[in-house]
């Protein structure tokens, strides 16, 4: 069964400022390392002056910043990526960020009350543009830490972005594939079954989210 | 406790199911493809998932609801506490049977400590001694030993499985201590109360993120065999929590395709 920590930790992941590091890689794991800890810090701050209402746009911003989402978007859709026509790819693209945010704010909306800390543990590189780095999410009141591995890579125009979050050892990117592709094949092999999925989808969860703050 | 007679009716269980697991065996761990969903019998897997989450809804989901609303967080802490306690003897001979020494050493401390400093494992002075719970189970062990995990199978009432964590879900049921000493006097209800009682606290310690999963997914059934399937092999790794006293080991798989594999290269 999966864990009540995967999923805290997947809401917490942004939210969080965290002291660092007893760290023993040195170049772009070090690199990567500082990375994460910048973009928790700024989560947090951001987090903690933002508006009711504005919760979407900010996080919005924050995830485009830090993570790639569009390569991300682009692996969960797995073979079926080269099947999509351009047009599908542009519209799935699109809906797979709102997707993210309608579900990923929510969950980062229930855990932001609590007083939790992350820290980096160590990082691991495979070379100088790709690397895994752990930290601990602490929770009061709560013995167990949960363990968030995040996989940061480089682009070519030199941009470190997070591409994948595995959440006691559970990849995130992983499990969201595995739905998409679940979801495509039982629609016929048809990309087009999961953008009509993922649109109603979005439209209902964010209509919860309405009918709730009011 | 144990008397010789029940050691020896506990080696022949082990045997036993040592045998099955030989059979197991015989299906050998192999490299997964990411998208090899390993569940030939799908159809059947999902009709039995449609009928475990109408037997949720009915009733283990308002048993939970309940349980949460009714007793105060550290009660619900204590009785957590109390059935992992119940599993250490269990854990402890998985620790054992993976040549998990240290490991071994921290379950066996947790289990005197918890059981009498702890007040029957209700508490859990153990952990802030420095003897961090971990888990272990039968299936895990014959991941360990090499045993692949076999199709991806949804057993009434139990849930997500596959033949190696089945078996081990036997073996586990049969090795453990309270359940001989039950089966041996002839007192069932303790077996079935701890199997309720453990059902309950198990859906309300997962409620959020059972209910999470339930509401945000566009295919619950997919979501759940990935998240099953990825935990059971982290926990084979012991790559899922806190090792022993110090920050776990970082191993990761860099060969393993991720997003960003065919980006990086590719112009936009």
Known sequence: MMTRRFFTGAALSLAIAF???????????????????????????????????????????????????????????????????EAE????????????????????????????????????EKNDSDAIVRSKIERPNVAEPILVDWRVKQNKDGEKKVVDVLIAGVSMSQTQRAEFVSVIKRGGDNVSSLIEALRSKTEQLASNVNTATQ | MTKPVKTKRWLKNITGIAAIGVILAGCASQQQ????????????????????????????????????????????????????????????LNDVLQGEGARAGTTAARFAINST?????FGDPASGMGYKKHDEDFGQTLGVWGVGEGPYIVLPIFGPSNPRDAVGRVVDYFADPLNMWARNTDRDGITIGRGVLTAVDTRAYYYDAIEDIRNN??????????????????????????????????????????????ELTEAR
Not at chain 1, 39 to 60: L, P, V
Not at chain 2, 47 to 66: E, H, I, K, S, Y
Not at chain 2, 221 to 228: D, E, G, K, Q, T
């Open chain 1, 19 to 85: 002291a660092s590091s007893t760290a023993f890689a040195s170049g772009f794991g070090k690199e990567a390392e500082t990375f994460i800890q910048t973009m928790a810090d700024k989560a947090m701050a951001s987090f903690r002056t933002q508006e009711e209402g504005q919760r979407n746009e900010e996080f919005r911003t924050l995830l485009n910043e830090g993570f790639d989402v569009r390569a991300i978007g682009k692996w969960v859709l797995g073979r079926y990526w080269r099947k999509a026509s």
């Open chain 1, 89 to 124: 790819k542009e519209e799935y693209l699109k809906l797979f960020e709102d997707f993210i945010i309608v579900t990923y704010s929510k969950r980062f909306e229930d855990y932001s009350g609590d007083d939790i800390s992350l820290t980096v543990t160590e990082s691991l």
């Open chain 2, 33 to 92: 493809n990411a998208d090899d969903v390993n569940d030939p019998i799908e159809g059947l897997n999902r009709v039995v998932f449609g009928f475990n989450t109408v037997l949720d809804v009915w009733f283990l989901r308002p048993a939970a609801t309940l349980y949460r609303g009714l007793l105060p967080p550290p009660v619900q802490d204590g009785i957590h506490n109390m059935l992992a306690n119940l599993s250490a003897p269990v854990v402890l």
């Open chain 2, 117 to 121: 400093v702890g007040v029957l494992g």
């Open chain 2, 217 to 262: 997914s566009l295919d619950p059934y997919a979501s759940f065999r990935s998240l099953y399937r990825q935990r059971r092999e982290a926990a084979i790794q012991n790559n899922d929590g806190p090792k022993v006293q110090n920050s776990p080991e970082l191993s990761y798989d860099f060969d393993a395709p991720s997003p960003g594999d065919e």
